[in-house]
T-cell receptor, first 111, second 115 residues
C-alpha cells in the first residue's frame, strides 16, 4: 500500500537560513501533495498544495517542489524565523482516497 | 462560524464508558473528515462525509466507533466502551471541495483521555 514518509522527526536551523523538509512516497504518484503546519495543541493549518503535473509552487517565503522521478516533495522556508518553529506535515491523496498524512517534522528555528 | 468548532476540547473518561465528540464545520462546506492523532503519531483517517453520499468508514478502527452527520452539517463521533488505547486527540476537518483534493480546515481537536 502507499506510504508517505517524512525522513526527519526534528530539524534545527539557524534563524535566517533556509529550512528544507523532505516528504517521500512509495509506489504510485499521488495526484496531490499538501503541506500543513501544526503548532502544539492546535489543529493543522493548510499551507500549500501541489499537483503531480506541477514542478514547483510558491507562497511568500514558502516553496514546494514535486519530483515524480525521485518520488519526493521538498518544502522550503527561506529566511527562516523563530516564529516558523512548528511541526510540518505532508499529506497526499489520489482522486477518491482520503488525505493520508506523514508523521511530521518538528522544525526549530534558533535565534 | 468563522472556523471548525469542536467540543469538548478535553474529555477524561473511565474505561468502558461511551463518549460523544462533536464537530461543527464551516458553513457551506460539504465535506467533513474525522482524524485522530496519538502522541508522536501522524494523523490517522477515521471517516469521511461528502454531502448526502454514503460516508467512507474505511478508517474506523473497530465497531465501537461510529459517526453521523445530521442535516449535512454537524457531526458526532461516538466511541462505545472506551479503551485506554482510544486516548488521542480527535480532529475534525471540513472542506468546500466536492472531491478529495481540496485543502482541509481543521478544528482544534478534542483530547480524549481514557483512564
Amino acid at each position: 500500500s502507499q506510504k508517505i514518509e517524512q525522513n526527519s522527526e526534528a530539524l534545527n536551523i539557524q534563524e535566517g537560513k533556509t529550512a528544507t523538509l523532505t516528504c517521500n512516497y512509495t509506489n504510485y504518484s499521488p495526484a496531490y501533495l499538501q503541506w500543513y503546519r501544526q503548532d502544539p495543541g492546535r489543529g493543522p493549518v493548510f499551507l500549500l498544495l501541489i499537483r503531480e503535473n506541477e514542478k514547483e509552487k510558491r507562497k511568500e517565503r514558502l516553496k514546494v517542489t514535486f519530483d515524480t522521478t525521485l518520488k519526493q516533495s521538498l518544502f522550503h522556508i527561506t529566511a527562516s524565523q523563530p516564529a516558523d518553529s512548528a511541526t510540518y506535515l505532508c499529506a497526499w491523496n489520489s482522486g477518491n482516497t482520503p488525505l493520508v498524512f506523514g508523521k511530521g517534522t518538528r522544525l526549530s528555528v534558533i535565534a | 462560524g468563522a472556523g471548525v468548532s469542536q467540543s469538548p476540547s478535553n474529555k477524561v473518561t473511565e474505561k468502558g464508558k461511551d463518549v460523544e465528540l462533536r464537530c461543527d464545520p464551516i458553513s457551506g462546506h460539504t465535506a467533513l473528515y474525522w482524524y485522530r492523532q496519538s502522541l508522536g503519531q501522524g494523523l490517522e483517517f477515521l471517516i469521511y462525509f461528502q454531502g448526502n453520499s454514503a460516508p467512507d468508514k474505511s478508517g474506523l478502527p473497530s465497531d465501537r466507533f461510529s459517526a453521523e452527520r445530521t442535516g449535512g452539517s454537524v457531526s458526532t463521533l461516538t466511541i462505545q466502551r472506551t479503551q485506554q488505547e482510544d486516548s488521542a486527540v480527535y480532529l475534525c476537518a471540513s472542506s468546500h471541495q466536492r472531491g478529495r483534493a481540496g485543502e482541509l480546515f481543521f478544528g482544534e481537536g478534542s483530547r480524549l483521555t481514557v483512564l
